[in-house]
């Protein structure tokens, strides 16, 4: 009785050993992946690899390690997410963001940065903004921390020492100060980013943290990129558009920039310090972040210390995806802005298109203004059979509600997911030039290659003829939403001709005519 005793412990035990040490074996593959410079390598015609590429050495150190394979896969699933900006400027429902700020007479600069003494949005629910999403079909959420205006929009525990006073007598000064600039010293005292990621996990939604690296409220963020502040070594110090267009100086308006001092030793470092400890609190203090959207870029003579904080940040999540701005070949990921790349790109390095649904990223208040279901879902059709994301743009107001339009667009896109999001989600692009066929179809594969799917934007009179697409014998064919095979031959020229009688149209309803999806078994 003793030694069945003792099997009946050994072997349990043993048997868990067995498992320990096989998920403890490394993923040589996968550590190759990470490691390897050759899979993350920008495209040379993004036009912010090229802001940073005089000075970002396009190798990596050897020490830094990409996010995993898993990681990349994981992202090139999503297909469909949405970007939220909000921030002070919501409160005044301005348009682009923070942007018109640079263009404020000083008076009303002083008046936008006091605006966060009056931030109380009674209307945000983080939970009504997470059932929105998943009823929409979005699959991932990017949410501004902390735009170009400075405010930070969670409980960071730094702290702003040096700011403007714009309203100062004889003009505009910096002068000495003591707070976080953050949403915890508002009347709403409430951590919007530690509610919104609670959410998310319950909703199964991925998580991108948005954060600028440049700062126009902290005064030690001068002069990069285009701050408020500018200082007598700005040309050498921050780098605008390098190689790609002149210094625009109408981004300060009529007012223009303000002259100060060079930057001291002591002010730089602590800019990076104060940059550093926030991106470290993002990823430290809010459980798994799937991505951290940065945003600009600094210049030369910092670099190395912002390398430095990349090395840092890997370390406590290394399966983090880095948007690339500001960071070169370093970043995971890219993000072309208001368009869809015209072909399949030349990258390995995946890539997710920012789109705003109305004219801006933050609210919109004219309801003819946002484009619709049907460009929703065309973009998303676009993006995925290139091999890439759609990320659409909806900003709420101030008071944390997004417009009915909005609402009702997003929802409608949700239910034509609903039905045809089998050949969306965790697809795959085909090869070479076989993504499309003409301008109104568009294809996408399952990742066995064993089903191809054909999405068209308008539907097919009677039948639809395919080129690329040979099923062998006996493969069926179906319109997503209806169970029914459809009849398909391949016709006097070699194509696959599928019939779609009108009363398969007939049977959709009229919202969900947005694409029209067909799989096809192969």
Request: proline share 7%; hydrophobic share 35%.
């Amino acid at each position: 009785m003793k030694k069945l005793t003792t099997l009946k412990i050994l072997i349990p035990v043993a048997i868990v050993c067995m498992v320990m040490l096989y998920s403890c074996k490394p993923k040589v593959q996968d550590d190759n992946f990470s490691s390897d410079p050759t899979q993350h390598m920008l495209p040379k015609s993004d036009r912010n690899y090229g802001h940073t590429s005089g000075y970002i050495e396009d190798i990596p150190v050897s020490e830094y390690r990409w996010a995993s394979q898993q990681a990349y896969e994981d992202f090139n699933d999503m297909k469909f997410g949405i970007r939220i900006h909000w921030g002070l400027y919501s409160i005044t429902e301005q348009p682009k963001e923070s942007w018109p700020y640079l263009k404020l007479p000083h008076n009303e600069k002083q008046a936008y940065n006091e605006m966060y003494k009056t931030w109380n949005p009674q209307g945000f629910d983080a939970n009504e903004w997470m059932e929105l999403f998943s009823e929409s079909g979005l699959k991932m959420f990017a949410f501004t921390t902390k735009h170009h205006e400075g405010f930070s929009m969670f409980d960071t525990k730094t702290r702003v020492k040096k700011r403007v006073n714009y309203a100062a007598p004889g003009g505009p000064v910096i002068e000495d100060c003591d707070l976080a600039y953050s949403i915890m010293e508002t009347p709403f005292k409430r951590d919007v980013v530690k509610e919104l990621t609670d959410a998310a996990r319950k909703y199964n939604i991925k998580i991108d943290l948005y954060y600028s690296h440049p700062d126009w409220y902290d005064a030690d963020f001068r002069p990069y990129v285009w701050h408020p502040l500018e200082v007598p070594s700005s040309d050498s110090l921050s780098v605008r558009g390098k190689n790609l267009e002149p210094l625009d100086k109408n981004h300060w308006g009529e007012t223009g920039s303000v002259m100060a001092p060079d930057p001291t030793p002591e002010e730089t470092n602590r800019m990076m310090q104060r940059h550093r400890d926030q991106l470290v609190e993002l990823l430290t203090n809010y459980g798994k972040i799937d991505m951290i959207c940065l945003d600009m870029w600094f210049g030369p003579t910092i670099w190395p210390k912002l390398r430095e904080t990349m090395l840092e940040l890997r370390k406590i999540q290394p399966d983090v995806m880095f948007r690339a701005r500001g960071i070169g070949n370093y970043g995971d990921y890219y993000t072309p802005e208001g368009f869809v790349p015209g072909d399949q790109e030349n990258t390995n390095v995946p890539w997710f298109v920012i789109y705003p649904l109305g004219r801006h990223f933050s609210y919109e208040q004219d309801s003819a203004e946002h484009k619709g279901a049907k460009w929703i879902v065309e973009n998303i059709l676009d993006c995925a059979a290139k091999g890439g994301n759609f990320m659409v743009g909806v900003g709420p107001n101030g008071n944390g509600e997004f417009h009915p339009v909005a609402k009702a667009q997003l929802l409608q896109t949700g239910r034509w997911l609903k039905i045809n999001g089998e050949g969306v989600y965790a697809t795959r692009a085909r090869d070479a030039n076989s993504w499309k066929q003409g301008e109104k179809i568009r294809f996408t594969r399952s990742k066995d290659e064993k089903i191809i799917y054909a999405h068209c934007f308008e539907w097919p009179e009677n039948s639809l003829v395919l080129e690329s697409v040979k099923p062998k014998t006996g493969s069926k064919i179906y319109l997503l939403g209806n169970e029914k095979p459809l009849d398909w031959e391949i016709n006097a020229e070699g194509k696959t001709e599928i019939k779609t009688p009108e009363s398969l149209l007939t049977q959709i309803p009229d919202d969900l005519k947005l694409a029209y999806s067909f799989k096809i078994e192969i």
